[in-house]
């Protein structure tokens, strides 16, 4: 079974709004992992928090991990257009740093 | 620097037919993944290797066979193929993990089967 579940399924909002994502896991891992799939491409790397981690920012990325509730967030401020995409959680985990991803969250970002 | 490059891009098969695909990484990664993406599901881990000739089983591994015999390479074959194997299949590649475990997978674009 997957382990990562993102939470809200799919998301529309206006250009200019902020966009939280959820993900939730079931098993203790190693580090989060957040990738962004454009239509009909290749996962893309988007931000890692390691397990010892509570926050962390990259450029318009702000991802949070609560390792005792077994989730994190992605936000993504001042949303573009461009950022319309899937976005996924992954969790490694264990010896081998198994990745495990979600199902995704459908973002579509509204001109 | 290519990356992660998959072929083919693009298959149709007849059930019962086998196939393989291949995954070719320039970036010296010691770790290679196979998955299927399918709709509403994600993505999902058929199987993985840490090195050159290892593999191991992931989510879904029935079905389908690895090997990696090179480094830089890394075949996902389908003995007999079934329309339940029609899906996107993605190759990734990572850097062995460290002391950090900082290390991201990288992608290639995909290869999407259709088993007719």
Redesign the interface.
């Known amino acids: 079974s997957q382990q990562g579940e993102e939470d809200p399924q799919a998301l529309s909002i206006q250009e200019g709004e902020n966009a939280t994502m959820n993900c939730s896991y079931k098993t203790s891992i190693n580090n989060l992992q957040w990738y962004r799939q454009n239509s009909g491409r290749g996962l893309v790397h988007l931000i890692l928090i390691r397990s010892n981690e509570r926050e962390k920012h990259s450029g318009r990325l702000r991802v949070t991990l609560d390792t005792s509730k077994k989730s994190s967030s992605l936000l993504i401020t001042a949303s573009r257009a461009a950022d319309t995409a899937s976005y996924f959680c992954a969790t490694a985990a264990g010896r081998d740093d198994k990745i495990i991803f979600g199902k995704g969250t459908r973002l579509h970002i509204l001109p | 620097n290519a990356g992660?490059t998959q072929t083919p891009k693009f298959r149709v098969l007849k059930t019962g037919q086998s196939m393989t695909l291949l995954c070719a990484q320039d970036m010296n990664h010691e770790?290679m993944?196979w998955?299927r993406q399918d709709p509403?599901?994600?993505?999902?881990?058929i199987h993985?290797s840490?090195g050159e000739g290892t593999t191991?089983k992931?989510?879904v591994p029935d079905g389908y066979n690895v090997s990696r015999l090179k480094k830089q390479n890394f075949l996902l074959g389908l003995e007999s193929a079934a329309p339940s194997q029609t899906s996107v299949y993605?190759c990734?590649s990572r850097r062995r993990?460290g002391v950090?475990?900082?290390?991201?997978?990288?992608?290639?674009?995909?290869t999407r089967l259709s088993i007719l």
Not at chain 2, 101 to 110: A, R, V, Y
């Open positions: 992660v770790y993944y998955y509403g599901m994600g993505l999902r881990l993985y840490v191991a992931g989510e993605f990734a993990p950090d475990s900082n290390q991201p997978q990288h992608f290639g674009d995909g």
